[in-house]
């Protein structure tokens, strides 16, 4: 079945340091791929999206590249703020069907 | 845009009850709306999907009896949590996505946190 798995936090970083939140998947055929982000006692926002392999989603200053052979896409920030605290979801979606999540990644950013 | 709501935000029932909560999207028509629940310091697991009209689809192991969904109208999906124990306590999250938009994209609501006493 489909499936996604992102590094176990929490990750805690300083303020302007570089950010990294790997993120693998199982599907068959080419899913869609989602970072959500979920701040403290809000609901989730999509982050970014990529539909097709090698496409790279982009928001707010983090990125992801959808990358087939490796079936990852990383979450990457240059430079994190303390605002960027909050927790990231992976996810996937098959023909625009239900999302299948990670487990959640806690972010903590300290100044 | 693009704004889905939900209310209650926060319910205490007592166990044996029955607690209804709401999703609605604010400013687009839904067709189809999800249901998921989320346990404390985990994941979303997708409970059911609803379709405007039609009946639920439950994913495996949810008890379509117990958890309750009517999709009425474009703009409102209600779960309604029946016979309520303590282990139904979760926080309820909906979502919906834009009938005119096209594409995949799921635009979530803020989440109800029950807890059953």
């Known amino acids: 079945g489909n499936s996604v798995t992102q590094m176990e936090g929490p990750v805690t970083l300083s303020e302007e340091a570089f950010l990294t939140i790997n993120c693998t998947y199982t599907?068959?055929?080419?899913?869609?791929l989602f970072w959500y982000v979920q701040y403290p006692g809000e609901g989730l926002q999509l982050l970014l999206k990529a539909t097709k392999a090698d496409d790279k989603g982009s928001n707010k200053g983090f990125e992801a590249t959808y990358r087939k052979e490796t079936t990852s896409f990383h979450l990457e920030k240059g430079s994190v703020q303390v605002s960027d605290s909050a927790v990231y979801f992976c996810?996937?979606?098959?023909?625009?069907?239900?999302?299948?999540f990670g487990a959640g990644t806690i972010l903590r950013v300290k100044s | 845009g693009a704004v889905v709501s939900q209310h209650p935000s926060w319910v205490i029932c007592k166990s044996g009850t029955s607690v209804k909560i709401e999703c609605r999207s604010l400013d687009f028509q839904a067709t189809t709306m999800f249901w998921y629940r989320q346990f404390p310091k985990q994941s979303l697991m997708l409970m059911a999907t609803s379709n405007e009209g039609s009946k639920a689809t439950y994913e495996q192991g949810v008890e379509k009896d117990k958890f309750l969904i009517n999709h009425a109208s474009l703009t409102l999906s209600t779960l309604t949590v029946t016979s309520a124990h303590p282990e139904d306590s979760s926080f309820y999250i909906c979502?919906?996505?834009?009938?005119?938009?096209?594409?995949?994209?799921?635009?979530f609501g803020p989440g109800t946190r029950l807890t059953v006493t």
């Open positions: 979502s919906a996505r834009d009938r005119l938009a096209g594409g995949f994209e799921q635009y």
């Open positions: 599907a068959t055929g080419y899913p869609s």
């Open positions: 996810a996937l979606s098959r023909y625009g069907n239900k999302l299948v």
